[in-house]
């Protein structure tokens, strides 16, 4: 089948720039939605198309932000909010924040949302007061502190809290700034204060931040972030490990996140992991940690089986 040279300019042209195709005419929309029926386009919001091979490559925040950029260039007034904003920053964020079909943009006015019935699209207007704005991206979004409050009031404790400790992992932001917007309910005032007394950015990354999060909503005592240990092998550089709990009476229980990159692609790879780990663990204990607990991913999504873990190594409820 021949390629329409027109339409395959416009899908090359897109793509270097890292959004969303916009048919230009009536003729071109016809010939893109063809070839949406056919499966070789996808149609991820109204009059927007990318090829289907390249969307499936994207993760969920470089598909927003490939809507966002397309949109930002037919609606120029537009200002991107929340989750939709925080996609053009470069943060580190889950994936979940970033459901397909969903948009958000800020209004001086109100809140409303709109629902395309034949595309299942969503697209909240939120009310944004005296709207602080910059560009990110080469979009118009809210800056990144009021981005950082609508998301610490709109989204989970868990899926907000990654949001701030990457944003001050990198430095030079103050999530202290967060306080300076008007709240309108308790709600929205102990989400905030949750996120500005949590926030830490010695979490190495989102799923250790997650983490600490589900720990906290669990009702633990919370663990110290990157504890050293004596390195036998150099001195200068101690071993740190992720979470741990030091008690009074000398003990010691470390919590350990597991994220599958630490284990390669090859069994080769995986087998050189867990003899170091093995040896990592012996070291601790040598070192006088009497618990070690290693989770996963799964255990973070799956909160009752990290609590169950952290209940059978010991780590105390305070609340």
């Known amino acids: 089948m021949n390629k329409d040279t027109q339409i ?3 899908l090359d042209a897109a793509e270097r720039q890292g959004r969303c195709a916009i048919p230009a005419d009536a003729n071109m929309r016809r010939k893109c939605a063809r070839r949406f029926a056919s499966g070789e386009l ?3 919001y109204p009059l927007l198309y990318i090829r289907a091979d390249v969307w499936e490559r994207l993760n969920p925040t470089k598909r927003k932000r490939a809507i966002v950029r397309a949109l930002s260039t037919i609606h120029p007034t537009w200002v991107f909010a929340a989750e939709s904003a925080i996609c053009m920053f470069d943060i580190e964020q889950p994936y979940e924040i970033h459901p397909d079909g969903e948009l958000t943009i800020a209004s001086p006015a109100r809140s409303s949302t709109y629902v395309c019935i034949k595309h299942g699209f969503v697209k909240r207007t939120l009310y944004v007061p005296d709207m602080p704005t910059t560009m990110s991206g080469g979009v118009q ?6 981005t950082l409050f609508d998301c610490a009031r709109l989204l989970p404790f868990e899926l907000a809290l990654p949001l701030a400790d990457s944003a001050i992992r990198g ?4 999530i202290t700034s967060l306080t300076q917007f008007p709240v309108s309910s308790l709600d929205d005032a102990n989400r905030i204060n949750a996120i500005v007394t949590h926030a830490d950015p010695r979490s190495d990354n989102g799923a250790e931040s997650r983490a600490r999060a589900v720990i906290e909503e669990g009702g633990y005592l919370p663990p110290q972030l990157q504890y050293p240990f004596p390195n036998p092998n150099n001195p200068d550089f101690p071993l740190r490990v992720d979470f741990a709990w030091v008690f009074p009476d000398g003990s ?3 919590g350990e996140y597991d994220g599958m990159a630490k284990y390669g692609a090859t069994w080769t790879e995986v087998n050189t992991h867990v003899s170091m780990q093995c040896e990592r663990d012996d070291h601790l204990r040598a070192c006088g940690v009497t618990k070690i607990v290693h989770f996963n991913f799964d255990d973070i999504i799956h909160r009752e ?13 305070i609340r």
């Not at 979004?141 to 009021?146: F, G, I, M």
């Not at 089986?305 to 409820?317: I, M, N, T």
């Open 8 to 10: 395959e300019e416009l």
């Open 42 to 44: 996808v149609n991820p």
């Open 141 to 146: 979004v809210t800056s990144l502190a009021r």
């Open 171 to 174: 430095g030079g932001f103050d």
């Open 252 to 254: 010691i229980i470390v």
């Open 305 to 317: 089986r990290l609590y169950r873990k952290l209940d059978e190594a010991g780590v105390p409820r």
